[in-house]
């Protein structure tokens, strides 16, 4: 082995971390976002207010409204994303004399009263783009972020391998010390939060498991769809034998909560109105550290027990927790923001580590001052991920206030300007100097996470002031979350820009990069 083992491990420390790393980042901020994804939602679409979707009296004023909307319906489905989740989303199937464009869905608030709120993906878009990239098939997207994580775990081991003084690193960081500097932050993120990275990313792993491995499927069930059959039980409506009244459905849910000791996030009503209706009422996604719900089926006219879904087995427990732990749906606010706080950690461990790389090679270089492509390139790169993805997101939020209310794919309009946005720094980066569009593109940035609490204030009624007078925690916690990433942002480029005050050119000593400046 090439200069003895760990100097092989150093290596292949370094080259995975760097060939994945913008990816792994991208990953990271997305995923650390999405812990507070109810909330971003929440601030989002800001025309929901009101009573709060909470209790078995919400799912029975939503079967009443539904009962009143569209009583000729097939199936109606009834969902809370938990108790932090702004209203209950309504989904129905319309029967076969509705018209064709007829609508199949709702919102509403806790006291059944319909909301119209705009068009927007909210915190789901972020969510879904840490796992399935957005506009790649996702079928190759979650191939190509199950590779990422497994270069993940690569790195992680490795670097372990790596570290000679592994203790000495958790309590070292020196500030404004160019490589070494960089090093220590490195070291710092990766080995404090070293539990919470390696669950991350092995729970990541788990948690598409079956995409990645789907021969245990195909060894005991005779298609993939028997599989996903036994594994998450969906019964389809019966056909129908002549009207009747649906029983009562706040008892039901009560009933429900109380067997399990946990509440319920979702009521599905199968040929409501009918002889033959069922009610199936299942557990939140926050019930439990499992994210596989339980459920009751009822007799839809006496309300009468007729069936349970308890997925308890070995496998599924393991996999439902393992998943869990990933997403953290189950945390406290207390421990929901140690979750954000470990997974900024890992950002910072990762863009640590794509800048260290430049650092460490840029003196080694034959001429620092005139880099051959392959480093500017990686320098460009690092600019439009570490800088640009903060600044999509900030785009993102500006473009849910600025967008007008009106008009078919609002949310797409949303998401395309993320897109513009990142790809705007990319370009950016691409064209100015190094030294230079580094400053620029962290002050940029710091100024659109600034815009975004003023923007909100001056196109909604839920102005931070007027949050904090209301005691809105979510909107005047989401206002003030912008503000301190605009002051890290601002704090990082007004950095840059002091160490970055020599000129560019031809010296005998190499100018600062933004790499060295912080």
């Given at each position: 082995m090439k200069n003895g083992f760990r100097q092989s491990m150093a290596w292949l420390h370094t080259w995975t971390g760097l060939l994945l790393g913008w990816l792994l980042f991208a990953i990271f901020v997305t995923g650390t976002s999405s812990y507070f994804q109810e909330e971003i939602t929440a601030w989002m679409t800001p025309e929901v207010q009101g009573v709060s979707a909470d209790g078995a009296e919400s799912y029975a004023a939503a079967t009443r409204w539904l009962a009143r909307e569209v009583p000729g319906a097939g199936e109606w489905s009834i969902y809370s994303a938990g108790k932090r989740a702004a209203g209950l989303q309504l989904y129905w199937v319309n029967g076969p004399d509705a018209p064709e464009d007829a609508p199949t869905s709702a919102r509403l608030d806790g006291a059944g009263h319909k909301v119209e709120a705009r068009d927007t993906?909210?915190?789901?878009?972020?969510?879904?783009?840490?796992?399935?990239l957005y506009y790649i098939n996702w079928y190759w997207a979650r191939w190509i972020v199950g590779i990422a994580a497994?270069?993940?775990?690569?790195?992680?081991?490795?670097?372990?391998v790596t570290h000679k003084k592994i203790i000495a690193d958790f309590f070292l960081l020196r500030l404004g010390k160019g490589q070494r500097s960089w090093l220590d932050a490195h070291n710092a993120s990766s080995v404090l939060f070293l539990p919470f990275i390696l669950m991350i990313t092995y729970t990541g792993l788990v948690s598409l498991a079956t995409h990645y491995m789907p021969w245990g499927i195909a060894a005991n069930y005779a298609s993939e769809d028997k599989f996903f059959e036994a594994a998450f039980p969906w019964p389809a409506p019966a056909e129908k034998a002549g009207p009747a009244p649906l029983t009562a459905i706040a008892p039901l849910v009560e009933r429900a909560e109380r067997t399990w000791g946990a509440g319920a996030g979702s009521v599905?009503?199968?040929?409501?109105?009918?002889?033959?209706?069922?009610?199936?009422?299942?557990?939140?996604?926050?019930?439990?550290m499992s994210v596989r719900p339980r459920s009751l089926t009822f007799d839809g006219v006496t309300g009468k027990l007729v069936g349970a879904h308890d997925p308890s087995g070995a496998a599924s427990a393991t996999e439902g927790t393992m998943i869990g732990l990933h997403a953290g749906r189950f945390a406290s606010a207390v421990l929901r923001t140690l979750y954000f706080l470990s997974g900024l950690a890992g950002c910072v461990m990762v863009g640590s580590g794509l800048i260290l790389w430049t650092v460490k090679r840029r003196a080694k270089l034959a001429d620092p001052d005139r880099p051959h492509f392959g480093f500017r390139l990686v320098e460009k790169l690092n600019i439009g991920a570490i800088a640009g993805l903060p600044f999509a997101i900030a785009a993102y939020f500006l473009a849910n206030r600025l967008l007008p209310l009106a008009g078919d794919?609002?949310?797409?309009?949303?998401?395309?300007?993320?897109?513009?946005?990142?790809?705007?720094?990319?370009v950016w980066a691409g064209v100015r100097p190094t030294p230079r569009a580094w400053p620029e593109a962290l002050a940029v940035t710091a100024i659109a996470f600034a815009c975004v609490?003023?923007?909100?204030?001056?196109?909604?009624?839920?102005?931070?002031?007027?949050?904090?007078?209301?005691?809105?925690?979510?909107?005047?916690?989401?206002?003030?979350?912008m503000l301190l990433a605009a002051a890290g942002f601002g704090w990082a480029a007004s950095r840059v820009l002091r160490r970055t005050a020599k000129p560019v050119g031809r010296s005998a000593k190499p100018s600062p990069t933004a790499a060295e400046a912080l």
């Open positions: 993906r909210g915190g789901a878009f972020l969510y879904r783009f840490h796992y399935d497994m270069a993940m775990l690569v790195a992680i081991l490795s670097g372990i599905r009503v199968l040929n409501p109105g009918d002889r033959t209706a069922q009610v199936i009422v299942s557990t939140a996604p926050d019930a439990g794919g609002r949310s797409d309009r949303e998401i395309a300007a993320f897109f513009i946005a990142w790809g705007a720094t990319f609490p003023i923007v909100n204030a001056l196109t909604t009624d839920r102005s931070l002031v007027a949050s904090l007078i209301a005691g809105d925690r979510v909107f005047a916690g989401f206002d003030l979350a």
